[in-house]
């Protein structure tokens, strides 16, 4: 019979690499904590209606790649990205009403129907902060100088900060003329989608993935042009407090990502772009001033980010050594095993990671698992030196080996793989 197969595009991911997850995943979580953020956990399912309010009608992410389905008479949507869900939450509890300013971070999976590719697949986790309340600048150079920290302890090398201001409503009224004055000589030569798109959100026209309509846009006003006073000094109060912090960016006047309900600050992170190719953008965030109020709460400006954790991963440094457990026990022979078992049980209450051979295996087959799992120490439980008393205590990378009294193996060991720098 055929075996089955994961969804395209949704992966496992295997035993041997969560420790790189669990490790990025705490250094996120031991960040947002130094920052004063809090963890949320939204549903992975929201009303299909959210998504379209909140990112917006026409965008990609709304008109092609949401996994939606009916059940029974409602509308559900899988979540495409976190910051909707949060929105909704902030106000679903009146979260405004108790906290002038509410900082969240959380990580999960998100759902797009994309065409799978190298660091694009249809089921990936992104691990995302929003703070809401607050309108910046001060904040937004906050997140983008702690997201460089962050960058650089995980070991991404060369990651660069992108920065546009989208503006507000009247800035991108007008700007939005412009942009469509300046296409619509354009138009034939424009892709199917952005032709359509000419008349119901041109700004996306500049996010286009089509390479000819890159080639258009190169040459297009720039939102820049067009920010309202007001506008102009939070984008330039954003630009000296990033100067002030030493923190690198370039302004790029054309970006302005996927999702449409960004105002003002805009960034993105890129990085690793010799491993990751056309996917460097490793983060992506911005605010989006107007959602909470466009969602039927009160007027609250916010500002968030999303990192795509499997792109992280691909550009991070790998961790060190894979450890399983610290010690293997190896019962020689049948009778042995239960005293290999006790054994176990001991070492693991005393604090070591510890693993008993229970297969009845060959010496050698048990010191290469004992190798193959990471182990600093085998200690082998035989039946003659258990009736005299003693087992023998093997430490792997020096190839050396001490009878030691059975009574004193478990304090023993615990010293020497704390020594030897173990995993428990
Ligand atoms: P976005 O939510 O589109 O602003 O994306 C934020 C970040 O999430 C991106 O910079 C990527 O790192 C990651 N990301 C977005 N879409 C995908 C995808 N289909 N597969 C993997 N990572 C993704």
Same mark, same amino acid.
């Given at each position: 019979?055929?075996?089955?197969?994961?969804?395209?595009?949704?992966?496992? !991911?295997?035993?041997?690499?969560?420790?790189?997850?669990?490790?990025?995943?705490?250094?996120?979580?031991?960040?947002?904590? &130094? @920052?004063?953020?809090?963890?949320?956990?939204?549903?992975?399912?929201?009303? /299909?209606?959210?998504?379209?309010?909140?990112?917006?009608? /026409?965008?990609?992410?709304?008109?092609?790649?949401?996994?939606?389905?009916? @059940?029974?008479?409602?509308? $559900? /949507?899988?979540?495409?990205?976190?910051?909707?869900?949060?929105?909704?939450?902030?106000?679903?509890?009146?979260?405004?009403?108790?906290?002038?300013?509410?900082?969240?971070?959380?990580?999960?999976?998100?759902?797009?129907?994309?065409?799978?590719?190298?660091?694009?697949?249809?089921?990936?986790?992104?691990?995302?902060?929003?703070?809401?309340? *607050?309108?910046?600048? =001060?904040?937004?150079?906050?997140?983008?100088?702690?997201?460089?920290?962050?960058?650089?302890?995980?070991?991404?090398?060369?990651?660069?900060?992108?920065?546009?201001?989208?503006?507000?409503?009247?800035?991108? =009224?007008?700007?939005?003329?412009?942009?469509?004055?300046?296409?619509?000589?354009?138009?034939?030569?424009?892709? !199917?989608?952005? +032709?359509?798109? &000419?008349?119901?959100?041109?700004?996306? #026209?500049?996010?286009?993935?089509?390479?000819?309509?890159?080639?258009?846009?190169?040459?297009?006003? /720039? #939102?820049?042009? @067009?920010?309202?006073?007001? *506008?102009?000094?939070?984008?330039?109060? &954003?630009?000296?407090?990033? *100067?002030?912090?030493?923190?690198?960016?370039?302004?790029?006047?054309?970006?302005?990502?996927?999702?449409?309900?960004?105002?003002?600050?805009?960034?993105?992170?890129?990085?690793?772009?010799?491993?990751?190719?056309?996917?460097?953008?490793?983060?992506?965030?911005? +605010?989006?001033?107007?959602?909470?109020?466009?969602?039927?709460?009160?007027?609250?400006?916010? #500002?968030?980010?999303?990192?795509?954790?499997?792109? %992280?991963?691909?550009?991070?440094?790998?961790?060190?050594?894979?450890?399983? !457990?610290?010690? $293997?026990?190896?019962?020689?022979?049948?009778?042995? %095993?239960?005293?290999? &078992?006790?054994?176990?049980?001991? %070492?693991?209450?005393?604090?070591?990671?510890?693993?008993?051979?229970?297969?009845?295996?060959?010496?050698?087959?048990?010191?290469?698992?004992?190798?193959?799992?990471?182990?600093?120490?085998?200690?082998?439980?035989?039946?003659?030196?258990?009736?005299?008393?003693?087992?023998?205590?093997?430490?792997?990378?020096?190839?050396?080996?001490?009878?030691?009294?059975?009574?004193? #193996?478990?304090?023993?060991?615990?010293?020497? !793989?704390?020594?030897?720098?173990?995993?428990?």
């Amino acid at each position: 019979m055929e075996p089955l197969r994961a969804v395209r595009g949704m992966n496992d !991911v295997l035993p041997g690499e969560t420790p790189s997850w669990q490790r990025l995943e705490a250094a996120f979580s031991r960040m947002a904590g &130094l @920052h004063g953020f809090c963890e949320v956990r939204t549903p992975y399912v929201e009303p /299909t209606a959210l998504f379209a309010r909140a990112i917006g009608e /026409t965008t990609d992410v709304v008109e092609k790649e949401m996994y939606s389905f009916v @059940h029974h008479d409602d509308a $559900l /949507t899988l979540r495409p990205e976190g910051t909707a869900g949060a929105a909704r939450a902030y106000i679903e509890h009146k979260v405004h009403d108790r906290e002038p300013v509410t900082r969240w971070w959380y990580i999960g999976p998100m759902f797009r129907a994309e065409r799978p590719a190298r660091g694009r697949y249809r089921q990936f986790f992104q691990a995302g902060m929003e703070i809401f309340g *607050d309108p910046g600048p =001060a904040c937004d150079a906050e997140l983008i100088d702690m997201l460089m920290g962050f960058l650089g302890t995980i070991g991404v090398r060369e990651a660069e900060v992108l920065l546009n201001s989208l503006g507000e409503g009247e800035s991108r =009224a007008r700007y939005r003329d412009a942009l469509r004055a300046f296409l619509l000589p354009h138009q034939d030569a424009l892709s !199917v989608d952005s +032709r359509r798109r &000419l008349d119901t959100n041109p700004l996306r #026209i500049l996010d286009s993935k089509s390479e000819q309509d890159q080639e258009i846009v190169k040459t297009a006003p /720039t #939102i820049l042009e @067009h920010l309202s006073d007001a *506008d102009r000094a939070h984008f330039d109060g &954003l630009r000296r407090l990033l *100067d002030g912090l030493g923190t690198p960016y370039r302004v790029e006047p054309r970006l302005v990502r996927g999702l449409d309900y960004y105002t003002r600050t805009l960034f993105e992170i890129q990085g690793a772009k010799d491993k990751l190719g056309a996917q460097a953008a490793l983060l992506g965030g911005g +605010r989006y001033d107007g959602m909470i109020e466009s969602l039927g709460g009160p007027a609250t400006p916010a #500002i968030g980010f999303a990192a795509g954790i499997e792109r %992280l991963l691909v550009a991070a440094d790998p961790p060190a050594v894979k450890r399983v !457990v610290d010690v $293997l026990v190896c019962p020689l022979g049948q009778a042995a %095993l239960s005293k290999g &078992l006790e054994l176990g049980r001991e %070492l693991r209450r005393s604090g070591t990671a510890t693993e008993v051979e229970c297969r009845g295996a060959s010496m050698k087959s048990m010191l290469r698992r004992a190798n193959a799992l990471g182990a600093s120490i085998a200690v082998v439980v035989g039946d003659a030196e258990l009736s005299a008393g003693i087992v023998q205590m093997k430490e792997l990378a020096a190839h050396s080996q001490q009878a030691v009294p059975r009574d004193q #193996i478990v304090a023993l060991v615990a010293r020497r !793989v704390a020594e030897l720098g173990g995993a428990s």
